[in-house]
């Protein structure tokens, strides 16, 4: 299993994890993953906002004032059931006589302050349909945010993948390295060796060295890539400063089916057109919540009142009001509001056709590209092993005299593209059955199978 790879001076042990556990890892804790899942919460707390504004609402109200004008008191000591014939100026009537008098105690009555604490209870009876469309509105974004959150954590797995196959592909490259540095060295010291014996010239000794050098350098370059692949892949899972690594390789399956079936699954389950198609709904109660304010609104109020002049639970009253509302005219914000939810609704429609369009598109040449990746991975095998006996066979030559140093460096770099070759020829055809998979949401942590190295 390859997991020994550098570690910039890190003590701890590598510990290894499966793909599962990695993935269960970057859900957990990447970043994306949790906006996405805070993204459902919001759009499941929007449904519930939106059923509650269609439902019964009641409110404690208190209000306290305090004023000398002569209406507003003579209603305080109304509502506080204390109104006198004192508070008529009854006192200053003399007779007949002073029935043009102006009494002081009704038209200056002075200052006086009321409490005026209330349980109100209000019931919307009729809003032209707008409560019912914004609930199926918050709905179809609920819809939407949670396939969207699938697609996100479908998108979040093929990643996970992509790094942890990247990973152990790198470390591949890096094992393959270390080989052609090891032959390397071996033909500088060959070619040293027939030096010394007169059987070659000084030449092929510094063109030996110049390819131990060059092979160093490559090695070197293949760590720091493996390196910052592991970083990487880290960071996906949400452990930048651990010292996990990946465990087996991991092979995943091409899901079944021909390319027109494959085609058909992916426009009817592919989260990303799911998501798009609930926002689409979204639109359309959208535009019948925006077409539902022509309507009027009939509202029923019941309330339930104390006054005093202090803060007391005094003089009960109740009130029951029934409120309509018709705007009849609002210099055309109603058809603007309702011309932009219907744009709105067209835009999504729009959306959803483009982005069908172009999962179609992707799931054609993902599927070509799969087939191609695979014949690719297989040839690259039996080209490796090609090159590996035919650089066996120069090496012994070389040992002999029967060949040149030039044509034994030559197979050797054979070697060594045929080695890199077959570890991106099999990663690519990795990636391409995962992305088909994750085209047609088939694409999850259970469908992968741990290989043995």
Same mark, same amino acid.
């Given at each position: 299993?390859?997991?020994?790879?550098?570690?910039?001076?890190?003590?701890?042990?590598?510990?290894?994890?499966?793909?599962?556990?990695?993935?269960?890892?970057?859900?957990?804790?990447?970043?994306?993953?949790?906006?996405?899942?805070?993204?459902?919460?919001?759009?499941?707390?929007?449904?519930?906002?939106?059923?509650?504004?269609?439902?019964?609402?009641?409110? $404690?109200?208190?209000?306290?004032?305090?004023?000398?004008?002569?209406?507003?008191?003579?209603?305080?000591?109304?509502?506080?059931?204390?109104?006198?014939?004192?508070?008529?100026?009854?006192?200053?009537?003399?007779?007949?006589?002073?029935?043009?008098?102006?009494?002081?105690?009704?038209?200056?009555?002075?200052?006086?302050?009321?409490?005026?604490?209330?349980?109100?209870?209000?019931?919307?009876?009729?809003?032209?349909?707008?409560?019912?469309?914004?609930?199926?509105?918050?709905?179809?974004?609920?819809?939407?945010?949670?396939?969207?959150?699938?697609?996100?954590?479908?998108?979040?797995?093929?990643?996970?993948?992509?790094?942890?196959?990247?990973?152990? *592909?790198?470390?591949?490259?890096?094992?393959?390295?270390? #080989?052609?540095?090891?032959?390397?060295?071996?033909?500088?010291?060959?070619?040293?060796?027939?030096?010394?014996?007169?059987?070659?010239?000084?030449?092929?000794?510094?063109?030996?060295?110049?390819?131990?050098?060059?092979?160093?350098?490559?090695?070197?370059?293949?760590?720091?890539?493996?390196?910052?692949?592991?970083?990487?892949?880290?960071?996906?899972?949400?452990?930048?400063?651990?010292?996990?690594?990946?465990?087996?390789?991991?092979?995943?399956?091409?899901?079944? @089916?021909?390319?027109?079936? $494959?085609?058909?699954?992916? $426009?009817?389950?592919?989260?990303q057109l799911l998501a798009?198609?609930?926002?689409?709904a979204a639109g359309e109660?959208?535009?019948?919540?925006?077409?539902?304010?022509?309507?009027?609104?009939?509202?029923?109020?019941?309330?339930?009142?104390?006054?005093?002049?202090?803060?007391?639970?005094?003089?009960?009253?109740?009130?029951?009001?029934?409120?309509?509302?018709?705007?009849?005219?609002?210099?055309?914000?109603?058809?603007? *509001?309702?011309?932009?939810?219907?744009?709105?609704?067209?835009?999504?429609?729009?959306?959803?056709?483009?982005?069908?369009?172009?999962?179609?598109?992707?799931?054609?040449?993902?599927?070509? @590209?799969?087939?191609?990746?695979?014949?690719?991975?297989?040839?690259?095998?039996?080209?490796?092993? #090609?090159?590996?006996?035919?650089?066996?066979?120069?090496?012994?030559?070389?040992?002999?005299?029967?060949? +040149?140093?030039?044509?034994?460096?030559? @197979? #050797?770099?054979? $070697?060594?593209? *045929?080695?890199?070759?077959?570890? #991106?020829?099999?990663?690519?055809?990795?990636?391409?059955?995962?992305?088909?998979?994750?085209? +047609?949401?088939?694409?999850?942590?259970?469908?992968?199978?741990?290989?043995?190295?």
């Amino acid at each position: 299993m390859l997991v020994a790879v550098m570690t910039c001076g890190r003590a701890a042990v590598p510990e290894a994890v499966n793909f599962r556990q990695a993935v269960r890892l970057a859900l957990t804790a990447n970043p994306r993953a949790l906006a996405s899942t805070a993204q459902v919460q919001a759009a499941r707390a929007g449904v519930t906002e939106a059923r509650g504004r269609a439902l019964p609402q009641l409110s $404690l109200v208190l209000n306290a004032t305090r004023s000398d004008n002569p209406l507003n008191v003579f209603g305080y000591r109304l509502a506080e059931r204390g109104a006198s014939f004192a508070d008529f100026g009854l006192g200053e009537y003399t007779g007949p006589g002073s029935v043009n008098t102006t009494p002081a105690a009704l038209n200056v009555p002075g200052y006086a302050n009321n409490y005026d604490t209330g349980v109100v209870l209000s019931l919307p009876l009729f809003a032209g349909g707008a409560d019912l469309a914004r609930i199926k509105e918050s709905r179809a974004l609920l819809t939407a945010a949670q396939q969207g959150d699938a697609a996100a954590r479908a998108g979040l797995i093929y990643e996970v993948l992509q790094a942890y196959a990247g990973v152990r *592909a790198t470390q591949e490259l890096a094992v393959a390295a270390r #080989q052609a540095l090891a032959a390397a060295q071996a033909y500088a010291g060959t070619a040293a060796s027939l030096y010394r014996q007169g059987i070659v010239i000084e030449s092929d000794v510094l063109l030996a060295k110049a390819h131990e050098e060059s092979a160093r350098a490559a090695l070197s370059a293949a760590e720091a890539e493996a390196l910052n692949q592991l970083d990487a892949f880290r960071l996906l899972i949400g452990r930048p400063d651990s010292d996990l690594v990946p465990g087996p390789a991991v092979e995943m399956p091409a899901p079944a @089916g021909t390319l027109l079936t $494959l085609e058909d699954q992916a $426009l009817a389950h592919n989260p990303q057109l799911l998501a798009m198609r609930s926002r689409e709904a979204a639109g359309e109660a959208a535009t019948g919540a925006a077409r539902a304010a022509y309507w009027p609104q009939v509202n029923l109020v019941l309330r339930h009142d104390w006054n005093a002049d202090s803060l007391a639970l005094r003089a009960p009253s109740n009130t029951v009001m029934a409120l309509f509302s018709w705007q009849l005219f609002n210099s055309g914000a109603q058809y603007g *509001a309702l011309q932009r939810a219907a744009a709105e609704q067209r835009r999504a429609a729009a959306q959803y056709q483009a982005t069908a369009d172009a999962v179609r598109l992707a799931v054609d040449r993902t599927f070509r @590209g799969a087939e191609t990746a695979a014949l690719q991975a297989q040839a690259s095998d039996l080209i490796a092993g #090609q090159a590996r006996q035919a650089a066996h066979l120069l090496s012994l030559r070389y040992a002999q005299g029967l060949t +040149t140093l030039a044509q034994l460096l030559d @197979g #050797q770099a054979r $070697l060594d593209a *045929a080695r890199a070759g077959r570890v #991106q020829a099999h990663y690519a055809a990795l990636l391409a059955r995962a992305r088909l998979r994750l085209l +047609t949401n088939e694409l999850d942590a259970g469908t992968a199978k741990d290989q043995g190295d």
